[in-house]
């Protein structure tokens, strides 16, 4: 019994796949909450779907993965503002074109048969090939994340409980929301190595709406979601090691069962 518990974690690759997905776990689950306290969820999966061709772009070029996200992200604002400016298309429907034609330019930038193997783990995800350089990038990028939602903790707090008063006490809603769509964006690109594009977005969100359903405090609710992620990494990964399942589908996959095991105990909870 100790065996199969402590076998996998001798493995390297193992081990980095576990650090990769604790340092996302972090990110994500702080990020999250904001995410969900902002009601960005949908907003979330769009900018990783939007960002998506930068990212191809980047990887094809040698680029750092953060200046393609960036490209990615000026791009789909470019497009969805000329879009909005059709009088005949509103802002939904403007948001899914840009989104969803964007997506779909990486997907075939990613997937063409002239493009290098290897690309479309930025799609899927290749958590068990993590090296030790992802892992360094990734510790940078969760430091600077950490270090800039530490800086607008208060403004965070202000703009998302009344936007209409928060300018007079020193916030700017439209810097802080630009500012948090960085950090999402930054905790995506952190995430496509392990979990790929298509998947990031459940460990984004979903720690911190199964959180969410646990208390309403923010400080808590970061630590209930930062510890969702990591209890979702390792079973993830189990999972995957003896059930010879795709890891970042398990780990995804126990994130969102998680996340309804909690919402129907509170249902039940709450008729009792």
């Given at each position: 019994?100790?065996?199969?518990?402590?076998?996998?974690?001798?493995?390297?690759?193992?081990?980095?796949?576990?650090?990769?997905?604790?340092?996302?776990?972090?990110?994500?689950?702080?990020?999250?909450?904001?995410?969900?306290?902002?009601?960005?969820?949908?907003?979330?999966?769009?900018?990783?779907?939007?960002?998506?061709?930068?990212?191809?772009?980047?990887a094809?070029?040698?680029?750092?993965?953060?200046?393609?996200?960036?490209?990615?992200v000026?791009?789909?604002?470019?497009?969805?503002?000329?879009?909005?400016?059709?009088?005949?298309?509103?802002?939904?429907?403007?948001?899914?074109?840009?989104?969803?034609?964007?997506?779909?330019?990486?997907?075939?930038?990613?997937?063409?048969?002239?493009?290098?193997?290897?690309?479309?783990?930025?799609?899927?995800?290749?958590?068990?090939?993590?090296?030790?350089?992802?892992?360094?990038?990734?510790?940078?990028?969760?430091?600077?994340?950490a270090?800039?939602l530490?800086?607008?903790?208060?403004?965070?707090?202000?703009?998302?409980?009344?936007?209409?008063?928060a300018?007079?006490?020193?916030?700017?809603?439209?810097?802080?929301?630009?500012?948090?769509?960085?950090?999402?964006?930054?905790?995506?690109?952190?995430?496509?190595?392990?979990?790929?594009?298509?998947?990031?977005?459940?460990?984004?969100?979903?720690?911190?709406?199964?959180?969410?359903?646990?208390?309403?405090r923010?400080?808590?609710?970061?630590?209930?979601a930062?510890l969702?992620?990591?209890?979702a990494?390792?079973?993830?990964?189990y999972?995957?090691?003896?059930?010879?399942?795709?890891?970042?589908?398990?780990v995804?996959?126990?994130?969102?069962?998680?996340?309804?095991?909690?919402?129907?105990?509170?249902?039940?909870?709450r008729?009792?």
């Amino acid at each position: 019994m100790i065996h199969a518990v402590l076998h996998p974690w001798s493995e390297p690759f193992m081990q980095r796949a576990l650090l990769e997905l604790v340092l996302l776990g972090i990110v994500g689950g702080l990020v999250g909450c904001w995410v969900v306290f902002y009601e960005l969820a949908y907003s979330a999966e769009s900018l990783a779907h939007a960002l998506f061709p930068g990212l191809v772009v980047a990887a094809l070029l040698g680029l750092p993965l953060l200046a393609g996200a960036a490209a990615g992200v000026l791009a789909a604002a470019a497009g969805i503002a000329v879009a909005r400016r059709t009088p005949r298309l509103g802002g939904d429907s403007s948001v899914a074109v840009i989104v969803t034609g964007l997506f779909g330019l990486g997907v075939l930038l990613a997937l063409a048969p002239a493009t290098p193997p290897g690309l479309n783990g930025l799609l899927f995800g290749d958590l068990l090939g993590v090296t030790r350089g992802d892992l360094a990038a990734s510790a940078a990028l969760v430091v600077s994340a950490a270090g800039g939602l530490l800086a607008l903790h208060r403004p965070l707090l202000l703009v998302g409980f009344d936007r209409t008063t928060a300018r007079s006490f020193g916030a700017r809603p439209l810097l802080v929301d630009l500012a948090l769509l960085a950090l999402i964006a930054v905790a995506i690109v952190i995430g496509v190595q392990a979990l790929g594009n298509l998947l990031v977005v459940a460990l984004l969100v979903g720690p911190a709406a199964t959180a969410r359903l646990l208390t309403r405090r923010m400080a808590t609710m970061m630590k209930a979601a930062v510890l969702l992620a990591a209890g979702a990494s390792v079973g993830g990964l189990y999972l995957s090691y003896y059930g010879n399942v795709a890891a970042g589908a398990a780990v995804a996959g126990l994130m969102v069962g998680a996340y309804l095991l909690v919402l129907a105990g509170s249902r039940l909870a709450r008729r009792l």
